[in-house]
């Protein structure tokens, strides 16, 4: 109910979601209090009369927890690299919480992207990036959040050191886990979990459990309007588009064309030499030669998805070094308009955030696009497939390929028919997030 509830106000403006959350939680409080009140069982043994009078000697919600049983906490070392690795790596470090049953403590993100000085970080409070009350409200009954105020003993505290190296075990990791979660380990306030990022961390929930958590996550408003405005340019681009290659029309209709939904395409154009030198490495590794595509393929098999209205604007995420080569907006095949956030008069909006935010940003833009193509290889794009697969389970979607489902996703990286790029879906049924962390060539259509 509580998720039908925060979702159903997703629709009417996220301002209200703080306080609608806040609005159940109340209503939780009360029946808890009611039910409470009224059992037999209430003020039977010492911990819980004391409780029970605690409880009542204080204002009302601040001691709920006091009164619901004593919160245990796991503390999780800061969270590093690109956005989506920093997703999936909250995401275990959630999941982990939920293992040993205790609640979160928010971690800290990285702003920044250096991957050897740890000095150049930026620790960032998750808060700063997506809303708080938001992901409880979502993720009540799964994981909770909370803050280090909540702690009530600072002191009482196991430090747990996570195994490493090659004979660190999957099998070993989930016992040391699964042993954290009895007594005597059981009973500290906090698990500090010490070493290596999440990120790092063996694996042992399935895909739907990653998916769950990654629903939960929001952009803070913030983000969202920065987002909002770089869609809206994007369509409006489209509108004016499609505005003049019809034929004149009478006034009234063409006002109704300025109210039309103008469709748009992103391409997660992977072709910075970063990547380049990443990917040729993968291909080796796998003895594969599907995950580098040139900028021809792409163009290529983009041009030719099937059932693409144009004129379309094909909005092109890429890495800022790309920004300053004009030729990856060449070559494109009529009809399609590609533009990225330079020529999209964009830039500044991204310019005034730290590399988190635009990732975060061009992530937004990415997901919330009517087609998108990207790299099955990386994990930019299968974190935007997965969302926009999710998306269509929610809304009681059974088809998640090809072009005439409401989320289409597209592999470049892989053929499909007619030239074209391979249609993709995340398979939620997948025992772990593996194929996501690390890039795959099924794409499960
Ligand atoms: C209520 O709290 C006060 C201190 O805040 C304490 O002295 C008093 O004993 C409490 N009452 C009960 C019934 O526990
Ligand atoms: C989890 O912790 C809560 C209190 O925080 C407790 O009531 C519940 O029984 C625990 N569940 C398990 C499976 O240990
Ligand atoms: C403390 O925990 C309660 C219950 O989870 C929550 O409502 C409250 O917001 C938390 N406070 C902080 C500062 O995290
Ligand atoms: C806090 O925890 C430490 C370690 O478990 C313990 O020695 C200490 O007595 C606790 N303090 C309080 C006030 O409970
Ligand atoms: C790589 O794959 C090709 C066929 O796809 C195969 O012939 C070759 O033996 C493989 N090489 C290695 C080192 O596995
Ligand atoms: C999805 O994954 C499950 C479990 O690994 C597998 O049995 C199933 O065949 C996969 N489905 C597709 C369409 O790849």
């Known amino acids: 109910m509580d998720l039908w509830h925060c979702k159903r106000l997703r629709f009417f403006g996220l301002h209200l979601n703080s306080l609608g959350c806040k609005c159940v939680a109340l209503v939780v409080i009360v029946l808890v209090l009611r039910a409470v009140l009224i059992s037999p069982f209430a003020g039977f043994g010492g911990i819980e009369q004391s409780k029970l009078i605690f409880f009542r000697n204080n204002s009302l919600p601040q001691n709920l927890q006091l009164h619901i049983g004593k919160q245990k906490f796991l503390e999780v070392p800061q969270i590093i690299w690109g956005l989506n690795n920093q997703k999936i790596a909250f995401a275990r470090a959630c999941l982990t919480a939920r293992f040993l049953n205790r609640t979160l403590l928010m971690p800290s993100l990285s702003a920044s992207l250096f991957y050897k000085e740890i000095d150049l970080l930026q620790p960032i409070s998750f808060d700063k990036v997506f809303q708080f009350e938001r992901f409880n409200c979502l993720c009540k009954g799964f994981v909770q959040l909370s803050h280090f105020t909540n702690v009530s003993n600072r002191s009482d505290v196991l430090e747990l050191q ?39 961390w063996h694996d042992h929930w399935p895909v739907k459990d990653y998916a769950k958590i990654f629903e939960c996550l929001a952009l803070v408003d913030e983000l969202l309007k920065e987002a909002d405005k770089v869609v809206s340019k994007i369509r409006e681009i489209g509108r004016q588009a499609r505005h003049k290659s019809e034929q004149p029309q009478n006034g009234l209709e063409s006002e109704s064309r300025l109210l039309q939904y103008v469709p748009y395409v992103a391409v997660h154009l992977r072709i910075e030499k970063d990547w380049m030198i990443h990917c040729k490495k993968l291909e080796q590794r796998f003895n594969i030669s599907e995950i580098c595509s040139s900028k021809e393929q792409i163009i290529e098999r983009v041009g030719n998805i099937k059932g693409l209205n144009h004129p379309t604007v094909v909005y092109l995420a890429v890495a800022d070094s790309l920004l300053e080569d004009n030729s990856i907006l060449d070559g494109w095949k009529e009809g399609l308009l590609p533009f990225e956030k330079k020529k999209l008069g964009v830039l500044e909006i991204y310019q005034k955030h730290p590399y988190l935010f635009k990732s975060a940003i061009d992530y937004e833009v990415c997901s919330r696009s009517d087609v998108f193509v990207g790299n099955s290889f990386s994990t930019f794009s299968s974190l935007v497939v997965l969302d926009r697969t999710q998306k269509m389970i929610n809304m009681g979607v059974s088809k998640q390929c090809g072009m005439d489902v409401r989320w289409p996703s597209y592999a470049y990286n892989l053929p499909g028919g007619l030239d074209g790029p391979c249609p993709w879906a995340t398979n939620m049924s997948d025992s772990s997030l593996q194929a996501i962390s690390y890039g795959s060539n099924h794409v499960s259509c």
């Open 162 to 200: 996570k195994g490493s190296g090659r004979k660190w075990t999957v099998e070993k990791d989930l016992d040391q886990l699964t042993q954290h979660s009895k007594p005597p380990y059981d009973e500290y306030e906090t698990i500090r979990i010490v070493g290596k990022n999440p990120f790092l």
